[in-house]
């Protein structure tokens, strides 16, 4: 038996102001897309950003459905919609946030694994690392550098093939 240790690390920042003016700006998209979010059923509304490397911005929020599993995360709608429209153009940094119309959210919001494995497939196929910011409403800023660390042992392409 052997075992083994797998260590992530992440930053915490307490202030907008100490991101960079890119960051901060994209964090600004989520946070304007989260407004526009269709979550009648929760209230919770979630905003995702993506910075693709060529400078554009594509943004997506949460989808929902009265066939609950039908809806989608903000993440992955703001993925599937920059994957669909570039699809060559690597995505370098999401910004996540979200706010409640029951309470004020002053957590940073994390990514489900459904979305995690999404990242990760994008990550894997762009040989790029993918940035994630991750904040409330308000409160303290995550940010991860690669989202190898937010899913380990993640499911690769690698394993639909015979070794
Ligand atoms: N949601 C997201 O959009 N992203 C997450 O990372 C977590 C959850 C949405 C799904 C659903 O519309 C609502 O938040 C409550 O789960």
């Known amino acids: 038996m052997e075992k083994k240790e797998i260590r992530i690390s992440y ?20 946070r304007i897309a989260t407004k526009s979010a269709y ?21 997506g929020n949460n989808q929902e459905n009265a066939a609950y599993p039908s809806g989608l995360c903000a993440e992955r709608v703001a993925m599937f919609a920059a994957s669909s429209q570039y ?21 940073p919001i994390s990514p489900c694994g459904s979305c995690r494995q999404v990242m990760s497939e994008y990550e894997t196929k762009q040989n790029m690392p993918l940035k ?32």
């Open 11 to 30: 930053s915490i920042y307490h202030s907008i102001e100490e991101l960079t003016k890119e960051d901060q700006f994209l964090l600004e998209k989520a």
């Open 39 to 59: 979550a009648p059923y929760s209230g919770f509304n979630v905003g995702a950003a993506i910075l693709l490397e060529n400078g554009i911005i594509v943004t």
């Open 87 to 107: 699809p060559d153009i690597p995505m370098k940094v999401i910004a996540i946030t979200a706010n409640s119309r029951k309470f004020e959210v002053n957590i």
């Open 132 to 163: 994630v910011i991750l904040m409330g409403a308000k409160g303290d800023i995550q940010v991860i550098d690669t989202i190898a660390g937010l899913l380990p042992f993640m499911f690769h392409a690698d394993e639909l093939k015979q070794k």
